[in-house]
């Protein structure tokens, strides 16, 4: 072995190190995107639920109002599991 044959070797170790870094720090980039957007997506979703829940409450509460009733029933916490009881406030 010469010289030049240790210098290629280590030149090729290097370069598969090398390469193997840019693959693995590529990957986690790929990764961490999904993520980011996915962690966005499940925000977007549950924003969107809240809408909606908060527009059935309202519209809810306005169709007892024009029943008569300021309020909606609440559960009775107090109440047995398996049958809840309605009670007004």
Known sequence: MTG???LS???ITKDALQAGAEAAAHT???????LTRAVGDVATAV???ATEIFAIRDSSRRALAD???DQAPVLDADADADAP???QD
């Open 67 to 69: 029943h008569g009733r």
């Open 9 to 11: 070797r280590a030149e």
């Open 85 to 87: 009881e309605l009670r």
């Open 28 to 34: 986690v980039g790929e990764v961490a995107t999904i």
């Open 4 to 6: 030049r044959d240790e």
């Open 47 to 49: 924003g969107g639920l």
